[in-house]
């Protein structure tokens, strides 16, 4: 069975974004972003919310044209786009990009999709994070902690009646400073 994979950026103090929703803060430098391309190439499908998938689909489609792109956003843009995408909203109506629309996220439904052949899948937002978590949809976190303190924003993990234990799987210092947490639930 494939394993759904929350793979996100924090701040040191916890944050997922700033107080207006910055994500100026992420220190993505060649290595870092060379080792996001090998481990999401490999992936079945991404799974999003709406923000993030609006922030993706305004970059990434196009992101390789840019004479300035340097060959590890090259070579994302084209994951990207080839990449099944599913993205869990009630407002949004239609999505390019190989993407397709869900409502909500009802767990026999993510059950079913996990059972499918093919890669992993990259679970991104935090709010979507949140509902996958309640449920129990998670696999594994890998949780890639920027060697900042951003002071307020949004928290990636909201507060919770209900511990989820973990087990750690592994970690990976980059040369900019940014830790990976891999964990397994």
Do not use: C, K
């Given at each position: 069975m494939r394993k759904i994979i929350l793979a996100l950026q924090v701040s040191l103090d916890g944050?997922?974004?700033?107080?207006?929703?910055?994500?100026?803060?992420?220190?993505?430098?060649?290595?870092?972003?060379?080792?996001?391309?090998?481990?999401?190439?490999?992936?079945?499908?991404f799974l999003d919310g709406r923000v993030t998938y609006e922030l993706?689909?305004?970059?990434?489609?196009?992101?390789?044209?840019?004479?300035?792109?340097?060959p590890a956003v090259v070579e994302f843009a084209k994951i990207w786009r080839d990449m099944p995408k599913i993205v869990y909203s009630r407002t949004l109506?239609?999505?390019?990009?190989?993407?397709?629309?869900?409502?909500?996220?009802v767990a026999d439904q993510v059950l079913a999709l996990k059972s499918q052949p093919g890669g992993d899948m990259a679970l991104g937002g935090?709010?979507?994070?949140?509902?996958?978590?309640?449920?129990?949809?998670?696999?594994?976190?890998?949780i890639y902690v920027h060697?900042?303190?951003?002071g307020r924003g949004k928290p990636l993990f909201k507060a919770s009646d209900d511990g989820t234990a973990l087990t750690l799987a592994g970690t990976r210092a980059f040369g900019n400073?940014?830790?990976?947490?891999r964990y397994a639930s």
């Open positions: 944050f997922f974004e700033g107080p207006n929703g910055e994500i100026d803060w992420h220190t993505v430098d060649e290595e870092l972003h060379s080792h996001f391309n090998e481990q999401l190439a490999s992936m079945g499908a993706m689909a305004d970059f990434w489609p196009t992101a390789d044209q840019d004479p300035s792109s340097t109506e239609r999505a390019g990009w190989n993407t397709t629309v869900v409502r909500d996220v935090a709010d979507l994070a949140d509902t996958f978590r309640r449920l129990g949809l998670i696999d594994e976190y890998w060697p900042v303190l951003i400073g940014v830790v990976l947490l």
